[in-house]
């Protein structure tokens, strides 16, 4: 199974060790990518006044420390991903507290995507950044298309013949999608609230019970030790984690949408 997970914006203050070693990342045909996105990011962000990398960056004129630390990732500390995300899915998911065998199993199958690496597995180090997948950089445009032509050929080879269970949002889905036979082994996740409104019930997406809810769901499945290969058996494995979920009918070519209903929050 390969578990795509977007990052976070929440991430740790700061990293401790060594510095950033970009040949010794997972997926290392993504290495000249990584390195032309790091070069035009920190070289935006070296930039005099700051100005043009807060706006390109989305960034507030507050957050002119985000630009300064940008300015330093070639020779900042870095941590392993796994400790650097903190935002709403990570706290969720809760790494630390996993059993050692689960905890090796979320090394082995999460892919984290972001607008500056591309994909990294937990266990690589990286230090802390702000770099949108909406940002646009000089050089290189639109990140989300800039990483979808350099990620096809290692996501498919990352991927190989299993399950591919897709908890992404729709900025970092852009970044690449799975096609032919691998995108009928993929299931898409969507987290809906149902409520009743005037006695009737009503469904919504609500963005950070959506991402906890992700978190708990890829938690209870490590926990459990499942392996499903396909979407059906991942399907059958979250029912008997006592999750409510509705799956789409299959489509050839396509990712498998799975509708996991909650009522409480």
Known sequence: MLVLLP????????????????????????????????????GLCAEPDGERARELLGLSPGQGEEVARNARL???????????????????????????????????????????????????????????????????????????????????????????????????????????PLAERTAAVRVLHEREVDGVPTRSVVSHFNKATKGRLLRDLLAAGARPRDPEQLVAALRDLKYTVEAEEPAPGRPRRLDVVVTEL
Do not use: H
Request: with cysteine.
């Open 7 to 42: 990052p976070s914006e929440g991430k740790a203050a700061a990293g401790s060790g060594a510095a950033l070693d970009l040949a010794r990342l997972s997926l290392p045909e993504l290495t000249p990518a990584r390195e032309r996105v790091l070069e035009s990011l920190v």
């Open 74 to 180: 070639t020779r900042a500390p870095a941590l392993p991903a796994g400790r650097l995300y903190t935002g709403v899915l990570y706290d969720a998911l809760d790494l630390p507290t996993l059993a050692p065998a689960a905890r090796r199993a979320a090394q082995r199958a999460v892919l984290v995507f972001s607008g500056l690496w591309g994909a990294v597995r937990l266990t690589d180090r990286i230090p802390p950044y702000r770099c949108p997948v909406g940002a646009r950089l000089p050089g290189l445009g639109g990140l989300a298309a800039y990483w979808r032509r350099a990620m096809t050929g290692p996501l498919a080879e990352a991927a190989g013949r299993g399950l591919v269970l897709d908890l992404r949002s729709g900025a970092y889905g852009a970044m690449w999608q799975p096609s032919g």
